[in-house]
């Protein structure tokens, strides 16, 4: 019974130390309100597909390809490295904060922060921004060696001319000027300044790295939420399916934060081969072939197949420890359009018809190529990103959830996430597909039939948008975006409980009392369904004179050679 009561005074301590004085910075998370004795067991695991496209280069600030790029507004608060309420000095190779906005006014030779970021930012360096921080030029170097750095893009359709009236009130120069960035194989960004007022092209000189000193290490999401979740990363191959490069485990950081830094976008975006291999990862197949999941890849361009390798493995040092009850979350973050994306199983395309647009290739409501040109011209966009979503969420002929892992216990299906990285660039058809893709990887079924065809399954607060969709057109909202989902997967994976002990005395016979919660329940009767909210339930246990929790086997009396003790693991 001392034991007991010792485990519940910790327990009380860990809640204790658990508030503001041990807190570290907040995040949107924190402020979300549950029960009061709310835990979150076990962790749920997230596996991020991030797209790594060529297309992540392309200027995430009023892109216009090959041509010049115009149109910055100083009432708009564009995110990226620089603070937007600073006024920076170019030492050439870097950027220095020089004094804030509000303490005065612009020094002849400062720069405005916010310009910078409107005139420097890639898609990438934005993602990048989001989930670690940014990309960092060391995290562990003695000194301050976080300087964030700004990767060169390939090719010069990607952006490489910018053009601003009045660059005065923003930079050193007067007038209108060009910036013209360089382009090729990887290294910094750098720029240089048309070498007087006028527009591009011109001749440019003054050249300036796209480099921003930070004393201090950068964090994003990632660091934020992952004593929340369990993280798991993967990335597009070239042209069929996706790789994992950071298994699910616990430690986070080190590995999930390199390779966020380091992977340079230069592939396709084969968005539902992508998807259909993460799914192959979290089943544990190894299926091989040109319509995956393995897509006939070795490791390190597929998935690890194995005890070690498993996601639904929690052990450590060696030791399996299975956790059928964990739930397994895609949380897909991109940019692009499907593209070189059709290689898939027969019963994945067009997996039930109705919520899937059938099994061609190019869906009926496709647009003209102007606008959707991802479906034409040899690019092999498709529209099975909705198929794979379905089908790795549902079992539609056998009425339930899927079970992709048939070896552990209950049902292990995905619940998938889509974080349309738009920017303020969006084909009309990436949309619908994405949308599409998320409530029929999202829904959650009310009725007994297993498909979304009730909007309260798939759009809870009726604001038009799947539940699973999020939509990004700056930075800011790519952040707020990506903590939203995740606060919305804490919610489908979070339970309540409360303990209460009952004795006589310290020492002797006595009863525990558990109360616990599930966040919502759903029920069906005769074609009906009934939604419940934080439903509670009553456990009750016996204890023996010895401490040891035991179950009772039915005669609602202790009986030491017929009660179970109960043992953790």
Known sequence: MKNILRVLIAIVCVVTCAGPLCAAEPTMSDFTAYPPFLVVAPKPNVLILMDNSGSMFDFAYNFNGAGVSKGFDPAIEYYGYFLTDMWYESLGNLFVEAAPKSSRAKAANEWDGNFLNWLTMRKIEVARKVLVGGKALSRSLSGDPHDLLAEKPDVSERGYMKEVDNAELYTPYAGTRCFEFNFGSSGTSEFAVGNGAGQCPIACTDVHNVKVHLNHEPTGVIQAEGDKVRFGLAFFNENEGARIVKEMTDDIVSSMVTAIEGDRPETHSPLAEGLWTSVGYFAQSDVTGDTGPRYSKPNAESYRVGTDADPYNYGTGGTPDYVWCAKSFIL??????STMDSMLPAYIEGYDPPYTDGSAQIPPW??????????????????????VALWSRVDVPGQKYRDLRPDLEGDQYITSYFVHAAFGDVCPDTRRLLKQAARNGGFEDRNGNFVPDLEVEYDRDGDGNPDTYFEAPDGQRLAESLSAAIIDILRRTSSGTAVSILSTSAHGEGSLFQAYFKPEELSFMAGQ?????????????????????????GDFKLVYEEDDIIRFY
């Open 332 to 337: 897909a973050v991109t940019a692009g359009a």
């Open 366 to 387: 496709a647009g003209d190529a102007a606008e959707n040109y991802f479906w034409y011209d040899g690019n092999r966009g498709s529209h099975f990103l909705d198929d």
């Open 529 to 553: 369904s009934a939604r419940t909210d934080w439903l509670g339930f009553l456990q009750g246990l016996w204890v023996d004179d010895r401490g040891n929790l035991r179950e009772d086997n």
